[in-house]
C-alpha cells in the first residue's frame, strides 16, 4: 500500500486522464510508492480548476479571496471533492470489473446526491483560446457547484458506455488512469516519455544484465 508523504512538496498539475474525472482522481498521485494529495490545500484546489480550464482566473482569484473571508466554506468544498474523488477513484479501478455493476450503482448515487444539492445556472463559454466549455454558475453560496464539471465528465462516460476504455498505467509504482481513445485501444502508459520511457530503459538493462 502507497505510504502517504511525511513533508509533501506537491508537483505541478498534470492532466493525462482524457476526461476531467480522471483528472481528479489523478491529483491523488501516488509516485514511487508515496502518495501526494496535490490538492489536499483549497488553494491548490482552485489552482487545479483554473489549469484544467474549469474556471478562469478572474474566479479563481474571486475564490481565493472568498476562502480567506469564509475559510469553514472553503474546507467543506474540500471536503466535498475529496469525498467524490474517492468515489471516482473506486469507478476507475472497479467500474468495469467484476463488481462492476455495484461500483458503478454506488457512484452514481455519489453524482446523483451532488447533482441534487447543486443551484445553479448552466450555460457554454468561450475561451481565449477559442474553444467552447460548458459552465456551470452557482446561485448563491461561491463555493456551491465547484465539482459539477467533474460529476458531468461522469455522467458523460456513463452516457457513452466507455468504462472499457479506462486504464491503469502499467507503470510500475504509478497509480494513475487514463481513458484509451487509441483506435487500437493498447494504450498502456499515462504519458510515453515517463513511465513508458522508464519502462524501455528497464527491459533494454535487463536485455544487457
Same mark, same amino acid.
Given at each position: 500500500?502507497?505510504?502517504?508523504?511525511?513533508?509533501?512538496?506537491?508537483?505541478?498539475?498534470?492532466?493525462?486522464?482524457?476526461?476531467?474525472?480522471?483528472?481528479?482522481?489523478?491529483?491523488?498521485?501516488?509516485?514511487?510508492?508515496?502518495?501526494?494529495d496535490t490538492i489536499g490545500e483549497f488553494d491548490r484546489f482552485v489552482a487545479w480548476l483554473l489549469t484544467a480550464g474549469v474556471i478562469d482566473a478572474d474566479r479563481a482569484e474571486a475564490l481565493q479571496r472568498r476562502a480567506i473571508?469564509?475559510?469553514?466554506?472553503?474546507?467543506?468544498?474540500?471536503?466535498?471533492?475529496?469525498?467524490?474523488?474517492?468515489?471516482?477513484?473506486?469507478?476507475?479501478?472497479?467500474?468495469?470489473?467484476?463488481?462492476?455493476?455495484?461500483? %458503478?450503482?454506488?457512484?452514481?448515487? /455519489?453524482?446523483?446526491?451532488?447533482?441534487? #444539492? +447543486?443551484?445553479?445556472? $448552466? =450555460?457554454?463559454? !468561450?475561451?481565449?483560446?477559442?474553444?467552447?466549455?460548458?459552465?456551470?454558475?452557482?446561485?448563491?453560496?461561491?463555493?456551491?457547484?465547484?465539482?459539477?464539471?467533474?460529476?458531468?465528465?461522469?455522467?458523460?462516460?456513463?452516457?457513452?458506455?466507455?468504462?472499457?476504455?479506462?486504464?491503469?498505467?502499467?507503470?510500475?509504482?504509478?497509480?494513475?488512469?487514463?481513458?484509451?481513445?487509441?483506435?487500437? %485501444?493498447?494504450?498502456?502508459?499515462? /504519458?510515453?516519455?515517463?513511465?513508458?520511457? #522508464? +519502462?524501455?530503459?528497464? $527491459? =533494454?538493462?535487463? !536485455?544487457?544484465?
Amino acid at each position: 500500500m502507497p505510504r502517504a508523504a511525511t513533508a509533501p512538496t506537491p508537483p505541478g498539475f498534470t492532466l493525462l486522464g482524457g476526461r476531467l474525472w480522471l483528472d481528479l482522481v489523478n491529483t491523488d498521485d501516488v509516485r514511487q510508492d508515496i502518495r501526494v494529495d496535490t490538492i489536499g490545500e483549497f488553494d491548490r484546489f482552485v489552482a487545479w480548476l483554473l489549469t484544467a480550464g474549469v474556471i478562469d482566473a478572474d474566479r479563481a482569484e474571486a475564490l481565493q479571496r472568498r476562502a480567506i473571508e469564509q475559510p469553514s466554506g472553503a474546507a467543506a468544498a474540500l471536503v466535498e471533492v475529496r469525498r467524490l474523488r474517492a468515489a471516482l477513484r473506486a469507478l476507475a479501478e472497479q467500474g468495469n470489473g467484476p463488481n462492476g455493476d455495484a461500483t %458503478r450503482e454506488a457512484t452514481l448515487a /455519489e453524482l446523483n446526491r451532488i447533482l441534487s #444539492r +447543486a443551484v445553479g445556472t $448552466r =450555460r457554454i463559454d !468561450r475561451t481565449e483560446a477559442g474553444r467552447y466549455v460548458r459552465r456551470f454558475i452557482p446561485v448563491g453560496d461561491a463555493f456551491g457547484g465547484l465539482v459539477i464539471p467533474i460529476v458531468e465528465s461522469a455522467m458523460d462516460s456513463f452516457i457513452r458506455g466507455e468504462f472499457d476504455r479506462i486504464r491503469a498505467c502499467a507503470g510500475r509504482r504509478c497509480g494513475r488512469h487514463f481513458a484509451d481513445d487509441t483506435r487500437s %485501444r493498447t494504450r498502456r502508459w499515462c /504519458e510515453m516519455r515517463g513511465c513508458g520511457n #522508464r +519502462a524501455k530503459a528497464r $527491459r =533494454r538493462r535487463q !536485455r544487457r544484465a
